[in-house]
């Protein structure tokens, strides 16, 4: 019997077929994920978002398998080979991969030498071989010349007879899918080196002579070669298994799997030499190309996962909230642009500064940030980390010492992707007034304030935290992408009469024209006072406003319950807890002792059940919460600003600004971030650097080893380790190797731990990228990092 989709999905998620075929309903119906996961876990008997996404990936993978199915189906019964026994195989065919094996010999094909030899009537030959070998092959193949028919001569006959079992060996569904499987097990992935590419490809050092099995290789290594391969500095060869001077197991199973053997009979030896040649010829170059999809499929996947998990961390870093921000977009010739942004993020004052060379009007630089800090009540000094940012970190510096009674606190914060927003047409639109280069600024003091509703106004793209990017599928990584995005503003929720369209657009049920209208509607009328209003935007009908009034908040409105994540559907429970004691809305809500007292069981009712009462006292303790973590940032080692003010052996207060699939780099204040390898992250195994340590997490570390020429940084987390003796000349050894990972912005580096290279292992060293004063977290992305580490160049090619 088939198992239905659902059922499928309900075994694959551990869960039961009702679950999942409750959420298909309201997904297929138009429901969100956050919106499922957060207001119907009653239907959906509590499948959180992340079983939910993976739910709703499964579910377009079968239904596209389903679609193939049907495909194929109609396609082999239109040539009138649909037997029985091959649509029962066609119907149980689990993946597209199996899917596509079983159809192959039926596919519509050019005419092949298989083809040319049947039409020729040189069928009856191949089966009276391979059914009776004791035949001899030159005396059967006689009887089938034909020059009519293009077979001069019985070797003619015999060729032909070889390209037809050797079409029949290929497309055998079974076999090949054995063979797959051990090749994908046993078999590795070989590099080398093309002839007189060395010196141009030197950032693929790593792989001039490489080679480590398939299930091994980690999604950076795999999309490394790929790169290498593109750019014509490595040949890539995928090996069934370790060579050996013995026949093949491989051609050994085709001869098992057709009876094939040598027992001294006259055909045994063209049989042989027939698997031979399918193997060879056909089998092997079918499944490297299979493989060749499945390793970048899977080196996709893991990069996908690690650019969705770091983009997460990144949107959901700490606020430092609503505080006046003075922004800082530091150069040296164009000057240092300058924006202060009041609490609420409206641009109150603009001004460019000219402290560094050639200029030099440090004092004059000093005096005009004094006035504007004081003149604005500004709190917080956002500095964009990109060219010059040291040297306006130590501007920042200055005038904190200066003007100690404006109690300013300095915090340096990502560019990546301020350009983008700086020339989009939102941007324009958002801020007409300002030239170009005064938006980055604007945008580097909001991204302070809020890092998830400025980021939200970028292609997630262009921020600058994945691992080779520009070579993944763009669907699969836009889909990613967006729906972390999605996820992330959901979770934390919308304030409705503040949010931008961008970030309005992100709201479950909200796409980019309703955003758009619910500005302007709230442009034209004003502040919306309650969430009901939402129902007077221009094509904000039922279901959109199901889906997205739980997440829209509405503070200092008509109904305090506006400001919650309660769900407007939900407010009647809410009265009638009003009701059981006997208070008011706005007395209830935060009143933890009189909620605590609450049975949540007295609640429910048939359309409301156990979880989402419980969601709604929760939500009533702490109304409107905000899940993401205090803001803090790190407490640099004063003395210790530049790479030389490091030493072996010292131990460091430092800020994750990003995590990658080899390690973690830190921020430890001295204008390049250090890297602490997998290795150095834990006693026990770390097979993801993210169950350790996550972009944005302020952490000691004790540094190892530093080489000063290279500007890299070797870190440990573990405390206990011991540094080099000397620091400043040859650290890092290793390192210089890892530059084939870096080869455009955003893009991931690192070298593998260990690597089998000409039959020796050896060990990788750590590499760096820039530290600047106090990065808050996560407001750092990994383009930056390798930049500084040297892995990239200031375009954003391999760096030195």
Request: charged share 30%; hydrophobic share 40%.
């Amino acid at each position: 019997m088939t198992t239905s989709i659902e059922g499928r999905i309900a075994e694959e998620l551990g869960v039961r077929e009702r679950q999942v075929k409750a959420a298909v309903e309201l997904l297929d119906g138009g429901s969100t994920v956050p919106f499922i996961a957060r207001y119907r876990k009653e239907a959906t008997e509590m499948l959180d978002d992340a079983q939910l996404r993976t739910l709703e990936e499964r579910l377009r993978y079968l239904r596209e398998l389903e679609d193939r199915r049907t495909s194929v189906l109609e396609s082999v019964r239109e040539q009138g080979k649909l037997t029985d026994e091959l649509e029962a195989q066609i119907r149980a065919a689990d993946t597209k991969a199996r899917l596509e094996d079983i159809y192959l010999p039926f596919k519509p094909k050019r005419r092949t030498k298989a083809q040319i030899a049947r039409e020729a009537g040189l069928e009856p030959l191949a089966e009276g071989l391979l059914g009776d070998p004791s035949v001899e092959p030159l005396a059967a193949a006689a009887a089938f010349v034909d020059a009519d028919k293009g077979v001069a001569d019985a070797a003619a006959a015999l060729e032909g007879a070889r390209a037809i079992l050797t079409e029949r060996f290929s497309e055998d569904a079974d076999l090949i899918g054995e063979l797959r499987e051990r090749m994908w097990t046993r078999g590795r992935l070989a590099a080398k080196v093309r002839e007189g590419k060395e010196e141009a490809g030197a950032k693929f050092a790593d792989y001039f002579d490489f080679a480590e099995p398939f299930t091994e290789l980690p999604s950076h290594r795999v999309l490394a070669m790929l790169r290498g391969e593109k750019e014509d500095v490595l040949s890539l060869e995928l090996e069934p298994e370790e060579p050996t001077d013995g026949p093949s197991t491989y051609e050994g199973m085709v001869a098992r799997r057709f009876d094939v053997a040598d027992r001294g009979r006259p055909a045994d030896k063209w049989l042989q030499d027939t698997v031979r040649w399918a193997w060879r010829t056909r089998i092997l170059v079918h499944l490297g190309i299979d493989l060749r999809l499945r390793l970048r499929t899977a080196a996709e996947d893991e990069a996908v996962r690690v650019f969705a998990a770091n983009l997460r961390d990144l949107l959901l870093a700490a606020p430092a909230g609503t505080r006046a921000t003075l922004g800082l977009d530091p150069g040296f010739r164009t000057g240092v642009k300058v924006a202060v942004v009041d609490a609420t993020g409206k641009v109150v004052a603009t001004d460019t500064i000219y402290p560094h060379v050639p200029a030099n009007k440090w004092d004059e630089s000093l005096a005009k940030l004094a006035r504007l800090a004081k003149e604005h009540a500004v709190e917080l000094v956002a500095i964009g980390n990109g060219t010059a940012s040291r040297e306006t970190d130590r501007l920042a510096a200055d005038l904190i010492a200066r003007h100690p009674e404006l109690k300013l606190t300095k915090v340096m914060v990502s560019e990546a992707g301020a350009s983008v927003y700086s020339a989009s047409a939102f941007a324009s639109q958002e801020l007409p007034e300002l030239d170009v280069s005064l938006r980055g600024a604007v945008s580097i003091a909001r991204r302070l304030q809020d890092p998830l509703a400025e980021l939200v106004k970028i292609d997630p793209k262009s921020i600058g935290v994945g691992q080779y990017q520009h070579d993944l599928s763009e669907v699969k990584l836009s889909r990613s992408l967006d729906a972390v995005v999605e996820d992330c503003v959901n979770g934390v929720g919308v304030d409705v009469n503040t949010a931008s369209a961008p970030l309005l657009s992100r709201v479950s049920g909200i796409g980019t024209g309703l955003a758009e209208n619910i500005v302007a509607h709230r442009d034209e009328n004003g502040p919306f006072r309650s969430r009901k209003q939402l129902k007077n935007v221009a094509r904000l009908g039922p279901k959109a406003y199901e889906q997205c009034a739980g997440f829209l908040r509405i503070r200092g409105g008509d109904d305090p319950l506006d400001a919650s994540s309660v769900h407007p559907e939900a407010y009647p429970v809410v009265r009638r807890m009003v009701k059981t004691t006997g208070s008011e809305v706005a007395s209830l809500v935060g009143n933890t002792g009189v909620l605590r007292s609450l049975r949540p069981d007295d609640f429910v009712d048939e359309t409301f059940g156990l979880p989402t009462v419980t969601d709604i006292l929760r939500e009533l303790e702490k109304p409107g919460r905000d899940p993401r973590p205090a803001f803090r940032t790190a407490t640099f080692k004063e003395g210790v600003e530049k790479i030389s003010d490091l030493a072996s052996g010292m131990v460091l207060e430092g800020v994750v600004t990003n995590v990658a699939a080899f390690g973690a780099f830190v921020d430890v204040g001295v204008h390049q971030d250090g890297l602490v390898h997998v290795s150095a992250m834990s006693r026990t195994f770390v097979k993801d650097p993210r169950d350790v340590v996550k972009p944005g997490d302020v952490v000691k570390v004790k540094v190892l080893e530093v080489d000063i020429p290279r500007k890299r940084i070797s870190l440990t987390l573990r405390l206990d380790d011991e540094a080099a003796t000397q620091s400043g000349g040859g650290g890092g050894q290793g390192q210089r190797r890892d530059r084939a990972q870096g080869g455009e912005r955003g893009q991931g580096g690192g070298r593998p731990p260990q690597q089998r290279q000409g039959g020796r292992d050896r060990r990788a060293g750590a590499g760096s990228g820039s530290g600047r004063q106090a990065t808050p977290p996560a407001n750092s992305a990994m383009a930056d990092a390798l930049r500084r580490a040297g892995l990239l160049d200031e375009k954003g090619r391999g760096g030195r």
